[in-house]
């Protein structure tokens, strides 16, 4: 069974500063990884869309990459500003039947 | 504009009275999927559905039904809701066939269980 595991559970960084959000994962035999940011009270947003045959994505001042063979992704955040913060969740998809989710990393960007 | 719109978005009821949380999306997708959120244990899936009159288990489907009658709504059925149905939920969709693609969600439903 896939777990999917996100370090840290929260963090705290300045305004300004680049960051890097971890995800990893135990079944390499994914279709894809996902990476969402949910606001309190909100509903998930999806950030970027890795398929299995990439190795990353970019999207303004996120880039997430993928190594299947490590099982991780990561998620990193240029210049991060206080509209940033938010849970960040990573989630794969391992069939064609629903995502796995990780429990997700809070992120408070402090201005 | 495209969305995936869920309904109630809050709702508190007691032990035993059925209810119907309402999901609609006007992208066209034939994907369709229930998740709850509870802390700790994150997002688990309940039912989903491939298309119209296609649905399916998902992790935690007891306590619940679904139906796919029309592409866009599915929504999802508490016959006797119990105060360990309390929770968030959140209905998705994807264009794409199953969940391979991109994944859209609603903006979820708080739903307390007295």
């Known amino acids: 069974k896939q777990e999917v595991t996100q370090i840290p559970a929260a963090l705290s960084v300045p305004e300004g500063e680049n960051l890097v959000l971890n995800c990893s994962f135990t079944d390499s035999a994914i279709y894809n990884l996902q990476w969402f940011r949910q606001d309190p009270g909100k509903g998930l947003t999806s950030l970027l869309l890795i398929q299995s045959s990439q190795r990353e994505q970019t999207s303004g001042r996120l880039n997430a990459s993928l190594d299947k063979s490590s099982g991780r992704s990561t998620l990193y955040i240029a210049a991060s500003q206080p509209g940033d913060s938010a849970t960040y969740l990573c989630?794969?998809?391992?069939?064609?039947?629903?995502?796995?989710f990780g429990s997700g990393t809070r992120l408070q960007v402090q201005p | 504009e495209a969305q995936v719109t869920q309904n109630p978005r809050y709702l508190i009821t007691v032990t035993g009275k059925k209810l119907t949380v309402t999901c609609s999306q006007n992208m066209n997708h034939e994907y369709m999927s229930w998740y709850r959120q509870d802390p700790g244990l994150g997002l688990r899936q309940i039912y989903y559905?491939?298309?119209?009159?296609?649905?399916d288990k998902g992790d935690v489907p007891e306590g619940y039904k679904v139906s796919r009658k029309e592409k866009r709504n599915f929504p999802l059925i508490l016959e006797s809701p119990s105060p360990n149905q309390t929770s968030l939920y959140f209905c998705?969709?994807?264009?794409?066939?199953?969940?391979?693609?991109?994944?859209?969600f609603g903006e979820g439903s708080r739903l307390t269980v007295l």
């Open positions: 989630a794969l998809g391992t069939g064609r039947r629903a995502l796995t």
């Open positions: 998705a969709s994807s264009p794409h066939q199953g969940a391979t693609g991109e994944l859209f």
């Open positions: 559905s491939m298309n119209v009159e296609v649905t």
